[in-house]
């Protein structure tokens, strides 16, 4: 849709644009009104902020202007110094591990979800598994995290659980090997029902004609889900990809926080946390603003480019 009136609104001369362009408003006012509120915490949040990335090419000091005669530019400086640092190797490692764990396994699994969701023809079990698998999304990091920890420690549930089937009781929280399965399982626990959500509505708008006449040429619920659904659904799909590639190196640092340690830092320490540690704990604000807007960077370059993959592959895209 918004490309038709893309093509149309090219079309049309300068005079007519104003014309189309205020009809469009005034046609669709009640929308706008709606997404207003939206747009304003959207730009009082996250756009004004954006002032401060300034502080990123100077040695700031706290309490000091961001704009005055006593602000000392330093241009580049703190860009070189995060990406020749000591720890800038093993942070981008770990950042893009645990995000391509949740990359692969955290994207599919609402997928999956929704797809098996769609076989399940008991309606009430069906509401019931919905509305269990949503639940945790609204539970507090902080809660699922502390979760997380008693089930995990030497004498948890899910630890004493594995010491009966024969496994060595051990805090499984502070080795290396097993932090990345831990953070990437407590993702998706957390996040693939209320991902599903909109897989799901998108599944239920699908022309039902279409498996009826599917099932007369004999096709079983594989081939239905392969040759209707997922073409369905594939809108969504890209787009949510896209999204999930261009946060490649944005991390849920809350949740690496709750449950990191020093005895992790080698597999668990991301970009997030990294930042944290310098800009929060030791008081090196331009130093971590520089370390955020090369995240930021970066991840709108691979945004860009995911976008304009999918819009050659799929023919969907944000823009």
Known sequence: MARVIGQIYKSLNSKNR????????????????????????????????????VISFQDYVPGSSFLGADVEWVGFKWFIKFVTGPYFIRIIKNTLVLSGL??????????????LLDQIHHHRYKKFVQTASYMPYFVSMVVVAGMVISFLDVDGMITNFLKALGFEA??????????????????????????????????????PGLYESAKMDGA??????????????????AINLIMMVGSVLSTNTELVLLLYSPATYNVSDVIGTYTYRLGILDGQFSYSAAAGLFTSIIGFSLTFAANKI?????????W
């Open 18 to 53: 104003i014309k189309y362009g205020r009809d469009v408003i005034k046609e669709n006012r009640q929308i706008y009104l709606l997404m207003l509120p939206s747009i304003l915490l959207i730009f009082i949040f996250c756009y004004i902020p954006m002032y401060g990335l």
């Open 310 to 318: 999918s819009n050659k592959m799929t023919g969907f895209g944000l």
């Open 220 to 237: 079983n619920r594989w081939k239905q889900v392969w040759h209707i659904t997922l073409p369905g659904i594939r809108s969504v799909i």
């Open 170 to 207: 051990q805090n499984y929280l502070v080795m290396t090997s097993a932090f990345p399965w831990i953070y990437t399982i407590t993702n998706i626990w957390k996040g693939f029902g209320f991902g599903s959500i909109l897989y799901c509505s998108i599944i239920s708008s699908i022309d």
């Open 102 to 115: 949740n990359l692969i396994f955290g994207f599919s699994a609402p997928i999956a979800f929704a797809l």
